[in-house]
């Protein structure tokens, strides 16, 4: 539960303009925040979990901390756009936090004061892309008091990566296929974002829950 009611066009503006296995259900309705180093990440990692939340009634908001350096134009992030809307959730972006380390962390702090998020996703601890490592890193250190904290894995998560929270996303594969097909137009070709992994990384994790489709989560704070 909020301590005070979020007033959600004002946050999104406020960011655009300063900054034991088993499968689990969604926590209750309120508000989610997900970081991604790179974008793609989030419809990759827990976009599925993701669909689950807003059906539900959470608030989700997605939030960049680096742009890839292959992406100059930033043709990445207006795709993550689009993807964002066929799962139902928002991307907000300050633009220039991509690039620059200590706005990054003040963006982060505030998306935090002002979201008052129950859960966070982050990219794993176990992560070997650089920008993916200190999405992490900035994430954790902003994070004490949010409630819970899940990491989700990308292309580049190490080995050390031990998930014990899964996700069912049978019924909303289809939806999260559609988003992270947006990443195989011409204008923006992303190899470690085609819809196949996806499949491949829900069908892996699944032999730990009765080889459902799911999507596996490390639990770095609190409990699910």
Avoid at 32 to 48: F, P, Q, S
Wanted: hydrophobic letters at 45%.
């Amino acid at each position: 539960m909020l301590a005070k009611p979020l007033d959600k066009d004002g946050f999104l503006e406020g960011v655009n303009a300063g900054l034991g296995a088993e499968v689990e259900p969604s926590p209750a309705p309120g508000n989610i925040l997900a970081v991604e180093g790179l974008a793609g990440d989030v419809e990759m990692g827990c976009g599925g979990t993701l669909v689950q939340a807003a059906a539900a009634g959470h608030t989700v908001v997605v939030l960049p901390l680096s742009q890839d350096e292959l992406d100059a134009d930033g043709a990445a992030l207006e795709t993550s756009k689009a993807a964002c809307r066929v799962l139902g959730i928002r991307l907000v972006v300050d633009k220039a936090a991509l690039g620059d380390a200590t706005r990054r962390i003040a963006v982060m702090q505030k998306a935090i004061a002002d979201l008052q998020p129950a859960v966070v996703y982050v990219p794993s601890m176990d992560d070997s892309h650089p920008a993916r490592m200190d999405a992490f890193r900035v994430a954790k250190a902003a994070t004490g008091d949010v409630a819970t904290v899940l990491a989700y894995q990308t292309a580049t998560t190490r080995i050390d990566y031990h998930p014990t929270h899964f996700v069912d996303i049978t019924d909303q594969m289809d939806t999260k296929l559609e988003a992270l097909s947006h990443f195989q137009s011409a204008n923006s070709v992303r190899p470690d974002l085609r819809p196949e992994l996806a499949h491949a990384y829900a069908h892996y994790w699944g032999r730990h829950v009765r080889f459902k489709e799911v999507e596996a989560f490390e639990v770095i704070q609190g409990s699910v």
